[in-house]
């Protein structure tokens, strides 16, 4: 239902922190809470307004009190607060889809003494778009940590006059066959072979194994994996944007703006599906009332259940 890109350029300025680093100025555990709620509004709205839907329903249906069917005004009121900011997005754009149709569905089955299934249908609409939400936040902390685990500068060796030194060169900047040196608590920049010294690399942000690997001269070394013994140098075989963990990062980041086939369609069809859904549902109104010579409350109400029934979740 969103289309959301990632932003790169925001990922790098918070991924590339020092590894190890201590954290400054950590938030309290009361400020992430609310931090939390404020980020995963709907997805906690949606759950209140599940709970006063099924807690009004037991209490005016099963125990008959008066008191339940304001639990689901309640909830009804809570659904069309998240809904009507979605359908107002839409309509912003001069557009009409699923968002619209719900909150129009869900409004007429209130304004014609219903409003369990309005409440319902829109629970079931925040609800879902409140899991997105959640499953969007996960895979970029995701692609942020991935990001973390390359390091911003590596020492290379230059010769100048004859002298060998170490410089300090910014990651981007290696090239094939620049000599590295990785020195012990320190992650390799890029994949490299090692060509001086042997060590132990920690390679579990990588492979998942969780004992270190011994590596000798002629090893390979996967880049964001960590040197836990002695001092290395390696011969860089990639570049940073050809690395093993730049590859996964691109794999995991084209997998999070894939849509499936059956998501593309359904997008694709939702403006014309809402249309096609709101003419069938005035026809229907006509229909019944001059056409069948209904009155027009039951006319309305049939063209307004059509409309529910219509609605995706419903569907789904």
């Known amino acids: 239902r969103r289309e959301e890109t990632l932003d790169m350029a925001e990922i790098s300025s918070v991924g590339v922190a020092k ?4 954290a400054m100025n950590a938030p309290a555990p009361a400020a992430e809470s609310r931090s939390w709620l404020i980020a995963h509004l709907e997805l906690v709205g949606a759950i209140v307004a599940g709970a006063l839907l099924g ?4 209490l005016s249906r099963a125990a008959n009190l008066d008191f339940g069917s304001w639990l689901i005004w309640a909830s009804l009121a809570i659904g069309m607060i998240f809904g009507t ?3 107002w997005e839409t309509l912003r754009k001069v557009r009409v889809d699923i968002d619209v149709l719900m909150i129009v569905g869900a409004g007429l089955a209130a304004w014609i003494g219903h409003p369990t299934e309005g409440a319902l249908l829109l629970f079931l609409f925040i609800l879902s778009s409140g899991l997105e939400d959640l499953a969007m936040e996960r895979t970029n902390r ?7 685990l390359l390091p911003t500068e590596a020492l290379v060796r230059r010769e100048k006059n004859g002298v060998v030194e170490w410089v300090g060169v910014a990651a981007e900047e290696l090239a094939t066959g620049d ?4 020195r012990p608590g320190e992650r390799a920049p890029v ?3 090692v060509v001086s010294g042997e060590s132990s690399m920690d390679q579990s942000a990588i492979t998942g194994e969780s004992v270190p690997r011994h590596v000798v001269v002629g090893d390979e070394l996967f880049a964001g994996t960590i040197n836990t013994d002695d001092p290395l140098e ?3 075989l990639r570049p940073v944007s050809e690395s093993s963990l730049a590859r996964i990062l691109n794999l995991v980041t084209s ?3 894939l849509r499936e086939p059956v998501q593309r369609t359904i997008d694709r069809l939702g403006q014309p599906y809402t249309i096609a859904v709101f003419a069938i549902g005035i026809a229907t109104l006509l229909i019944w009332r001059y056409g069948l010579g209904r009155e027009w409350v039951d006319a309305t109400t049939t063209a307004i259940t059509l409309l529910i029934v219509a609605s995706p979740c419903a569907l789904v």
């Open 19 to 22: 590894v190890g680093a201590p």
């Open 255 to 257: 997998a999070r703006e």
């Open 142 to 148: 995701e692609v942020k940590a991935l990001h973390a």
């Open 55 to 58: 807690l009004g329903f037991v």
């Open 234 to 236: 390696a011969v860089v």
């Open 191 to 193: 994949d490299a072979r």
């Open 85 to 87: 900011r979605a359908a």
């Open 179 to 182: 000599i590295l040196k990785i």
